[in-house]
C-alpha cells in the first residue's frame, strides 16, 4: 500500500491521536476502536492486518502498553514513504510516523495526568474526587471490553476456538474470585498454546 500524505494529513492524523489521548482513560488501548475506524475504515491509511498487527507485536513484546500506537504510526509513515524497499526515505517517514502518533497520544495525556494529579492528591477528601474515581471504573472496563471485542470479532470462530473461549472464561473467573497472579495464568495460556490446545 502506497500513500500520498499531504502536510495537513499529517497535522490531522497528530490531531487526531491528541484528541484520543484526552479520551484515553485506562490506557491507548481503550482508544483503538476509533483508532481502527479512523486509519483503516475512514482513512485507508492502514490495512486491517497491519492495524491488528501492530496491537498483537506490541502486546506481545515487552514495555510500555502504548507501543502499539508507536506501530501504527511506524505502518502508516512506511506506507507513505513507499515501504522499506525505498531505502533511507521510506524509513524517515516511518520513524516520522511514530513520532507523530506517540507525541499526539502523549502529550496532551501527560500534561492532563500531571496537573490533574497534583490537584487530586492536594484535594483527596473532596467528595467530587471520590466520586470521580468511582465512576471513572465502570467505563474503563466497558472500553476494555470494547477492545476485546474488536479485536477478536472479524478473527475468531466460536464453534472452532472454543478450548479459547473456555480458557478466556476460566481466566477471567480465576482473576475475579482469587487473588492468583496474572502471571501464573500468562504460562498457563502460553503452555496450552505450545502444546496446542489453544
Same mark, same amino acid.
Given at each position: 500500500?502506497?500513500?500520498?500524505?499531504?502536510?495537513?494529513?499529517?497535522?490531522?492524523?497528530?490531531?487526531?491521536?491528541?484528541?484520543?489521548?484526552?479520551?484515553?482513560?485506562?490506557?491507548?488501548?481503550?482508544?483503538?476502536?476509533?483508532?481502527?475506524?479512523?486509519?483503516?475504515?475512514?482513512?485507508?491509511?492502514?490495512?486491517?492486518?497491519?492495524?491488528?498487527?501492530?496491537? !498483537?507485536?506490541?502486546?506481545?513484546?515487552? $514495555?510500555?502498553?502504548? =507501543?502499539?500506537? &508507536? @506501530?501504527? %504510526?511506524?505502518? #502508516?509513515?512506511?506506507? !507513505?514513504?513507499?515501504?522499506?524497499?525505498? $531505502?533511507?526515505?521510506? =524509513?524517515?517517514? &516511518? @520513524?516520522? %510516523?511514530?513520532? #507523530?502518533?506517540?507525541?499526539?497520544?502523549?502529550?496532551?495525556?501527560?500534561?492532563?495526568?500531571?496537573?490533574?494529579?497534583?490537584?487530586?492528591?492536594?484535594?483527596?477528601?473532596?467528595?467530587?474526587?471520590?466520586?470521580?474515581?468511582?465512576?471513572?471504573?465502570?467505563?474503563?472496563?466497558?472500553?476494555?471490553?470494547?477492545?476485546?471485542?474488536?479485536?477478536?470479532?472479524?478473527?475468531?470462530?466460536?464453534?472452532?476456538?472454543?478450548?479459547?473461549?473456555?480458557?478466556?472464561?476460566?481466566c477471567m473467573l480465576l482473576v475475579w474470585r482469587t487473588k492468583i497472579?496474572?502471571?501464573?495464568?500468562?504460562?498457563?495460556?502460553?503452555?496450552?498454546?505450545?502444546?496446542?490446545?489453544?
Amino acid at each position: 500500500m502506497i500513500l500520498n500524505l499531504t502536510a495537513a494529513d499529517w497535522l490531522n492524523l497528530f490531531t487526531h491521536f491528541a484528541t484520543l489521548s484526552l479520551l484515553a482513560v485506562g490506557g491507548a488501548i481503550t482508544t483503538a476502536p476509533d483508532m481502527q475506524r479512523y486509519l483503516v475504515a475512514e482513512q485507508h491509511w492502514l490495512t486491517d492486518a497491519q492495524f491488528t498487527s501492530s496491537i !498483537a507485536l506490541a502486546q506481545a513484546a515487552p $514495555g510500555p502498553n502504548v =507501543l502499539f500506537v &508507536a @506501530l501504527m %504510526g511506524w505502518n #502508516v509513515g512506511l506506507n !507513505a514513504g513507499g515501504g522499506l524497499q525505498t $531505502g533511507w526515505m521510506g =524509513l524517515a517517514y &516511518a @520513524l516520522f %510516523g511514530v513520532f #507523530v502518533t506517540m507525541f499526539g497520544i502523549m502529550l496532551p495525556s501527560t500534561t492532563l495526568t500531571f496537573m490533574a494529579a497534583r490537584w487530586g492528591h492536594h484535594n483527596r477528601e473532596l467528595r467530587i474526587v471520590r466520586a470521580f474515581k468511582q465512576g471513572m471504573a465502570p467505563i474503563v472496563i466497558a472500553l476494555l471490553i470494547a477492545t476485546g471485542w474488536l479485536l477478536i470479532a472479524g478473527h475468531s470462530q466460536p464453534a472452532k476456538d472454543w478450548p479459547l473461549w473456555l480458557s478466556g472464561v476460566a481466566c477471567m473467573l480465576l482473576v475475579w474470585r482469587t487473588k492468583i497472579h496474572l502471571l501464573w495464568l500468562l504460562g498457563a495460556g502460553a503452555l496450552l498454546g505450545a502444546f496446542g490446545v489453544v
